[in-house]
């Protein structure tokens, strides 16, 4: 049996499989955020929570900003649930200047967040949003898998879950988002 058979077969029995020849461009450091001007969002560069940890266990990237308002939400969240601290979270959107963008910008700050994925030292990755497991190119995975990925040479395991913003919108979700984020609580 070739070997394009052999995969076929295991993607029928529930296997799903990630490309992890993901490109790097080390260019983008995290530090030259301020003077990015890859994109005319940078004109808009709106005050959100900006989490003042540097390196973490916990990666917590959104496809949104938050508030004030809303990272309280979530700290409270995170707290009765893992008995976390978002200040002790390494927490970051994809798009770091606006909140009103398209998948053009998301392309364009791509770079940035893969770097500052590797420069937190996270073993864990928590995606909110389901449109950022193309980040990672994990198009075959759902909400509230957890999987393990090799980035940049080491095994991290990644949580996709619901985006805080659908959480507020939709509170009907907000049980399974934090029963997803409780599978990582023995991790924690």
Same mark, same amino acid.
């Given at each position: 049996m070739d070997k394009k058979t052999y995969l076929n077969y295991l993607k029928l029995f529930g296997f799903s499989f990630y490309n992890d020849d993901l490109y790097i461009d080390k260019s983008f450091k995290i530090n030259n955020i301020n003077d990015c001007k890859l994109c005319n969002l940078y004109k808009l560069k709106e005050n959100f929570y900006k989490n003042q940890t540097k390196k973490a266990k916990i $990666?917590?990237?959104s496809d949104y900003n938050l508030g004030e308002d809303f990272a309280k939400e979530l700290d409270l969240i995170l707290k009765s649930?893992?008995?976390?601290?978002?200040?002790?979270i390494y927490f970051s959107s994809i798009v770091k200047c606006s909140n009103n963008y398209k998948k053009d910008n998301l392309a364009k700050c791509y770079q940035y967040s893969l770097n500052e994925i590797i420069e937190s030292e996270a073993s864990i990755i928590i995606l909110l949003g389901e449109n950022l497991k193309n980040i990672l190119q994990l198009?075959? $995975?759902n909400i509230g898998d957890i999987i393990f990925y090799t980035l940049n040479g080491k095994k991290i395991k990644i949580l996709i879950n619901y985006s805080f913003y659908f959480i507020k919108k939709n509170p009907s979700y907000e049980i399974e988002f934090i029963n997803n984020l409780k599978k990582l609580k023995e991790e924690v």
């Open positions: $990666f917590i990237l649930n893992l008995n976390l601290n978002i200040k002790n198009e075959n $995975f």
